[in-house]
């Protein structure tokens, strides 16, 4: 879908690129010519090269001049034509970035929205037994810290640690000196320690001296 979706931006901005282009052409070819005006003056002095009044002379030189203005005039009207339609294309293809940014956006919290909470950030601090989960703090005993910190090194290795091989590496022994179900309750004290304290903060507050409430939207709350 994301390689679909990326080939579909590309066209769509070379379409509106195409198509600026051609109507730029199809503007510049029925533009009229700028020296269209100086010819028919020139032609003018041709076909009256015979003119004796002073007044007729003049008259052809003012015509001349008038051609002269024009297409000084047609050629910046060009330029600004040219200049408009670059400025076309460049809102069209903001346009459409942010399109396909919002559109992109969108999917993105609506996927958030049915997974729920996304880590973005894990930052294990040892030292201070606690754990910064996003932007969210927690604090967790020195066990649950040592079984997290496994986890997220075998991670960084993309490694896969089965109960024994948890616990081998937290009390030093051998894998093959460690029961299964060591490591299995060690996982899951830091399940209970850590959910307890993300429902506490995202779920279920607890208001000192009031009693305890919900942190969501009332108008998100349906029973069935």
Known sequence: MRVTGNRFVIGGIASIFAVLVIAALLLFLNLPDANAFNARVEQLFIENADLRSQAEVKLLEI???????????????????????????????????????????????????????????????????????????????????????????????????????????ISGKDASDCDEAAGATRIKRLRDTLGNQIVSELLVKNIARRGYVLAIGKDVIRMV
Do not use: W
Not at 70 to 98: D, K, N, Q
Not at 164 to 169: C, D, M, Y
């Open 63 to 169: 015509l001349a001049q008038s051609g002269t203005a024009f297409s000084e005039t047609l050629g910046s009207y060009r330029f600004v034509i040219f200049v408009l339609l670059v400025f076309a294309l460049a809102m069209l293809v903001a346009a459409v970035a942010f399109l396909v940014m919002l559109v992109a956006l969108t999917r993105r919290m609506g996927q958030i929205e049915r997974k729920g909470i996304e880590v973005n950030s894990l930052l294990i601090a040892r030292e201070q037994n606690t754990v910064y989960l996003n932007n969210l703090e927690f604090k967790l005993t020195g066990a649950a810290i040592e079984t997290l910190s496994v986890l997220a090194e075998a991670r960084m290795d993309d490694d896969v640690l089965s109960g024994a091989e948890i616990e081998a590496v």
